[in-house]
């Protein structure tokens, strides 16, 4: 069982920058793919980032290209999110996630481990 705890969400102004933190613990996340994913007030639950195992492959919504960078060290079993020139859109729950697909995968469903969320909110 893998438990995962976000860390590192807040209150940011427009254009600002945040990083998230997603701490595995219970067992390594050893030959786990990761993802982040977002929920706005109203809307799904959508991709937002993954990352293989090794690092070596990564993944984006258009929507953050550009602008987010996902990241993991394994040796602390943690994985990390760099947001920065934040809109005002980007306001949402960040979920970290854990699937055991060998590539990052855009659906929910494909997960198998949940962290709880971090609240991220861009507003002036």
């Known amino acids: 069982q893998v438990q995962l705890v976000e860390s590192g969400g807040g209150l940011v102004l427009p254009g600002g920058s945040l990083r998230l933190s997603c701490a595995a613990s219970g067992r390594t996340l050893r030959g786990y793919t990761m993802g982040w994913f977002r929920q706005a007030p109203g809307k799904e639950r959508e991709f937002v980032s993954g990352i293989t195992w090794s690092a070596g492959y990564t993944q984006y919504a258009d929507s953050v290209k550009g602008r987010f960078t996902i990241s993991r060290d394994n040796a602390k079993n943690t994985l990390y999110l760099q947001m920065d020139s934040l809109k005002p859109e980007d306001t949402a729950v960040y979920y970290c996630?854990?699937?055991?697909?060998?590539?990052?995968?855009?659906?929910?469903?494909?997960?198998?481990?949940w962290g709880q969320g971090t609240q991220v909110t861009v507003s002036s």
């Open positions: 996630a854990a699937t055991t697909r060998i590539v990052p995968v855009t659906s929910e469903s494909e997960y198998d481990y």
